[in-house]
């Protein structure tokens, strides 16, 4: 994940975060957690962390959990997630639904069924009113986060899954991979 002002890299090795800072092209601070993330994702000077079946929250300038969700909601393999308006709310995937969470309640906010399985999934960093999917057959969607949840935008652009969605922090482009072997950029 990239912090938004391109400053920091945080990367997940078995249970440890690693921030890198990259101005100065060095280790800045290693996190240590007792799980294994499988997906991260930054906003502000938090830091989201997608393990098993849960997520955390963490402060990027402590280090320090502010908050943990999921073990009490009985989630089960989490396998992307996104924070979404400064933070305030989690979308996590699961198979063809994605689920919206508020980070201040732990509370689940919303809901959005998609027709597909979810490949990867992206969230604007200075856009809180919509959120990207890329599925397994080649497709990237553009879906609105007011209910009632609707698609903005379909995409066919690959011709297989869309492995990896990323927003750059500041500017509107969308980079995405896909077992194609191909990276597309799009604006």
């Known amino acids: 994940a990239l912090s938004e002002n391109d400053e920091y890299l945080f990367s997940a090795e078995d249970s440890r975060i690693i921030m890198w800072n990259l101005d100065l092209g060095k280790i800045e601070r290693i996190i240590d957690q007792a799980v294994t993330c499988e997906d991260l994702a930054c906003i502000g000077d938090k830091l989201l962390l997608g393990y098993r079946n849960g997520f955390k929250v963490l402060n990027t300038k402590t280090g320090q959990a502010e908050r943990s969700l999921g073990v009490d909601l009985k989630l089960e393999e989490v396998k992307f997630c996104c924070l ?10 699961k198979e063809e639904k994605i689920f919206l969470w508020s980070t201040q309640k732990g509370n689940l906010v919303g809901e959005i069924r998609t027709k597909e399985e979810i490949a990867s999934l992206a969230c604007p960093a200075r856009d809180s009113s919509v ?4 599925t397994k057959k080649g497709k990237i969607v553009a879906w609105s986060l007011s209910a009632p949840y609707n698609v903005l935008n379909l995409v066919e652009g690959h011709i297989r899954a869309v492995t990896d969605l990323v927003q750059h922090p500041t500017d509107s482009l969308l980079l995405s991979q896909s077992e194609d072997g191909e990276i597309k950029l799009w604006s």
Do not use: K, P, Q, R
């Open 84 to 93: 979404i308006a400064n933070g305030e709310v989690l979308a996590s995937v």
């Open 131 to 134: 959120i990207f999917t890329g």
